[in-house]
């Protein structure tokens, strides 16, 4: 994709937001507004589902060609000679992680928040499998089924008998919901990403929410903070602490980005 979509508010040094899911923001705008008071604010739309794309074809993504295009919104935005402060959660943190291996002379300090890229872990080849059963459920019984077992997943628990029934969604269907475009094109993609080696001294924070703890992303964010020789922080919240506590998680968030 050629075009590029993102946001910007506030003032402030640079602040570049990569949303998790399929790349929408919905949901981040309080945490937003309050980071807008100490930043300016860009939230990267990847593949400008917020900006009049949804219900049009999408193809598989990869982190690289998301980073790809925060990078070339990092060159709109960015002063020359200037770096920015990147927040990445969930997927949009597998795309920061990216972004940081081949552009840190960019980046004045990345948080990757639960980053789902669980192929790094000693068991990683199990957790890329469930995770493929993740998106086999989708397939065969949609977006509901696919929670079901990826709730599961994550809180490293057995899928248990009785998991929601539905059906496959119509392509039209498909094309309108964020999340089934999560199921179908960025699932599988993303958590079988490997992060490049990033540079020594990287300023990097992995984090994790408070909520998450005993859960697989939690244990993924610590892998990868000892793996990097990176600091690890908690957040407000669970996976979706942005959304649940988005104005303790932003503060939370202030707090790390300038503690460097």
């Known amino acids: 994709m050629s075009d590029l979509y993102y946001d910007v508010c506030g003032t402030g040094p640079v602040l570049l937001l990569f949303p998790g899911g399929a790349g929408h923001p919905m949901g981040l705008e309080p945490m937003t507004r309050r980071l807008a008071r100490r930043f300016t604010?860009?939230?990267?739309?990847?593949l400008g589902l917020a900006h009049g794309r949804l219900g049009l074809?999408?193809?598989?993504q990869r982190a690289e060609e998301w980073s790809d295009g925060a990078r070339r919104v990092l060159d709109a935005v960015l002063p020359e000679g200037e770096s920015a402060y990147v927040l990445g959660t969930s997927s949009g943190s597998v795309a920061a992680?990216?972004?940081?291996?081949?552009?840190?002379e960019r980046l004045r300090h990345v948080v990757a928040h639960e980053p789902p890229c669980v192929a790094v872990l000693p068991?990683?080849?199990?957790?890329?499998?469930?995770?493929?059963e993740?998106?086999?459920?989708?397939?065969?019984?949609g977006p509901q089924a696919a929670g079901a077992r990826m709730a599961a997943v994550l809180t490293e628990r057995t899928v248990e008998d009785g998991a929601p029934e539905g059906r496959?969604?119509?392509?039209?269907?498909?094309?309108?919901?964020?999340?089934?475009?999560?199921?179908?094109?960025?699932?599988?993609?993303?958590?079988?990403?490997?992060?490049s080696a990033v540079p020594p001294?990287?300023?990097?924070?992995?984090?994790?929410?408070?909520?998450?703890?005993g859960q697989l992303l939690h244990r993924t964010a610590v892998f990868l903070a000892e793996r990097y020789g990176a600091g690890f922080v908690e957040f407000p919240g669970g996976h979706i602490g942005a959304v649940e506590q988005p104005e303790a998680f932003a503060d939370r968030l202030a707090d790390v980005l300038t503690s460097r």
């Open 57 to 60: 074809p999408v193809a598989d």
């Open 123 to 132: 068991d990683g080849a199990r957790q890329r499998e469930r995770f493929r």
């Open 41 to 46: 604010v860009v939230t990267y739309d990847p």
């Open 134 to 141: 993740v998106y086999d459920a989708y397939r065969a019984a």
């Open 201 to 213: 001294a990287a300023p990097l924070t992995l984090a994790a929410g408070v909520g998450s703890r």
């Open 97 to 104: 992680l990216d972004l940081l291996a081949r552009h840190p």
């Open 168 to 195: 496959p969604l119509t392509r039209e269907e498909e094309l309108s919901s964020p999340m089934a475009l999560f199921l179908a094109h960025v699932l599988r993609q993303f958590t079988s990403y490997v992060p």
